[in-house]
């Protein structure tokens, strides 16, 4: 789904990807080893992908939207392998990451079946141990009001750990960001 033109304005920012880099990743990835093999599913303008490729030694990344895969592929192709791929069909095989990791995008899925099968898709692709890490934002009025004719299904703290649960997560947790009315959420694969 294409975001409107305000949205798709802030998320190619330098201001966002400011405030994903200094506030929002060290918050989601608060004591996450994300190890040598790191997913990123929906990084968008890539404003969490420039940060991982100085952490991680590999990167791979599956954004759903043609047009910027195509430019994630043009500006970070040669530091990640960029995928034009729903993140809930990966054409990745089993076991394969240390981590997966997604920002501020499950949001942007139109349904719950279909959050619930990317989450599926992390699971299967993570090695045993490996790390399922996220965050995203939770409604508002100016939330609101910035996904006019966007797709704005937010996540419900109070069911996402049983969902995660579901999909075969272990040590699953969820917790609100008091100031930053967001949610960040983590599993392991056993
Ligand atoms: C609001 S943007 C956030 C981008 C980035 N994570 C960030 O924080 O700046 C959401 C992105 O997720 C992508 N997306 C939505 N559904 C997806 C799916 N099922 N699989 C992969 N990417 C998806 C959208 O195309 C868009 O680029």
Same mark, same amino acid.
């Given at each position: 789904?294409?975001?409107? @033109?305000?949205?798709?304005?802030?998320?190619?920012?330098?201001?966002?990807?400011?405030?994903?880099? &200094?506030?929002?990743? +060290?918050?989601?990835?608060?004591?996450?080893?994300?190890?040598?093999?790191?997913? &990123? %599913?929906?990084?968008?303008? $890539?404003?969490?992908?420039?940060?991982?490729?100085?952490?991680?030694?590999?990167?791979?990344?599956?954004?759903?939207? &043609?047009?910027?895969? @195509?430019?994630? =592929?043009?500006?970070? $192709?040669?530091?990640?392998? %960029?995928?034009?791929?729903? $993140?809930?069909?990966? +054409?990745?095989?089993?076991?394969?990451?240390?981590?997966?990791?997604?920002?501020?995008?499950?949001?942007?899925?139109?349904?719950?079946?279909? =959050?619930?099968?990317?989450? !599926?898709?992390?699971?299967?692709?993570?090695?045993?141990?490996?790390?399922?890490?996220?965050?995203?934002?939770?409604?508002?009025?100016?939330?609101?009001?910035?996904?006019?004719?966007?797709?704005?299904? !937010?996540?419900?703290?109070? !069911?996402?750990?049983?969902?995660?649960?579901?999909?075969?997560?272990?040590?699953?947790?969820?917790?609100?960001?008091?100031?930053?009315?967001?949610?960040?959420?983590?599993?392991?694969? &056993?």
């Amino acid at each position: 789904m294409p975001m409107n @033109r305000a949205h798709r304005k802030l998320c190619s920012s330098e201001e966002w990807a400011r405030t994903t880099k &200094e506030r929002l990743l +060290p918050w989601a990835l608060e004591h996450v080893d994300l190890g040598e093999d790191v997913l &990123e %599913i929906g990084p968008g303008y $890539g404003a969490n992908l420039r940060v991982l490729v100085d952490q991680v030694p590999r990167v791979t990344a599956a954004e759903i939207d &043609e047009g910027t895969a @195509r430019l994630l =592929q043009d500006k970070w $192709g040669d530091r990640a392998r %960029i995928l034009h791929a729903d $993140g809930a069909r990966l +054409p990745l095989s089993e076991g394969d990451f240390d981590s997966v990791v997604c920002f501020t995008m499950l949001h942007h899925v139109p349904t719950s079946a279909h =959050q619930d099968g990317i989450f !599926t898709e992390a699971y299967r692709v993570l090695r045993p141990g490996g790390v399922f890490a996220g965050s995203d934002s939770l409604d508002s009025f100016r939330f609101r009001v910035l996904h006019l004719g966007d797709t704005r299904n !937010t996540l419900d703290p109070g !069911t996402l750990a049983e969902r995660l649960r579901r999909a075969g997560f272990a040590e699953v947790s969820v917790d609100r960001h008091a100031e930053a009315n967001a949610l960040r959420f983590r599993g392991r694969r &056993e």
